[in-house]
């Protein structure tokens, strides 16, 4: 008999945000979202002039845990998270640390999208979820080896989950999801009618003393 076995594994984590923290409002924190939004007026400027549909915080605004406690207690709980991830990876940290590197708001309109892409120089990425309203989009997953496909034929539409070429990964309010930085995705149109899905992403860097 033949013997098969899936070799180099890519690992997603998903857990309830407050599973290692005392519970964060999630309507506080999006209240936070918009707060932060409506007075980033070099984060509006960038997202009209890059053409980013809706809002991010990612090129304007470096400080979300000083500016708003809950965002603090937020990091709090995602360093937690984060530290359980490396341990199911078996990274070998030596005498360094995972730590964040990067925080920001996503605020994506109905009809808005996020284009296939990956975090360099980051080790671990991932996002907690904010405001999903019905018809909020997915996150969209790529198989990391699809640029190397070559000549494959497609996969069956119910292969196996770990044979997919794309994952479609649907988040609640208070998911949190964590990737390997390397891993390509991409969040496809928000269907929502008239509402915002909002979200709060990072990465995290290893810092080695």
């Known amino acids: 008999m033949p013997q098969i076995s899936s070799l180099f594994v890519t690992r997603l984590y998903r857990a309830r945000l407050d599973e290692h923290a005392p519970a964060i409002d999630s309507s506080e924190l999006e209240a936070s979202c918009y707060a932060i939004y409506e007075d980033d007026e070099a984060g509006q400027e960038w997202c009209e002039t890059e053409g980013y549909p809706g809002y991010t915080s990612y090129a304007s605004l470096t400080d979300l845990p000083w500016r708003f406690p809950i965002f603090a207690d937020l990091v709090k709980a995602l360093d937690a998270h984060v530290a359980a991830f490396a341990e199911d990876l078996e990274f070998d940290l030596g005498d360094g640390k995972l730590v964040l590197e990067d925080i920001w708001i996503n605020i994506l309109p109905e009809g808005g999208t996020h284009s296939s892409h990956l975090h360099p120089h980051a080790?671990?990425?991932?996002?907690?979820?904010?405001?999903?309203?019905?018809?909020?989009?997915?996150?969209?997953?790529?198989?990391?080896?699809?640029?190397?496909?070559?000549?494959?034929?497609?996969?069956?539409?119910?292969a196996r989950e770990e044979l997919r070429t794309f994952i479609y990964a649907k988040p609640t309010v208070g998911d949190v999801l964590l990737w390997e930085s390397w891993l390509r995705h991409e969040v496809p149109m928000n269907m929502a009618d008239d509402e915002e899905r909002i979200s709060v992403s990072f990465n995290y860097k290893w810092v080695d003393p």
């Open 123 to 158: 080790v671990i990425s991932g996002t907690t979820y904010v405001a999903m309203p019905e018809g909020a989009s997915a996150l969209k997953l790529e198989d990391p080896r699809s640029a190397r496909m070559m000549a494959a034929p497609p996969r069956r539409k119910n």
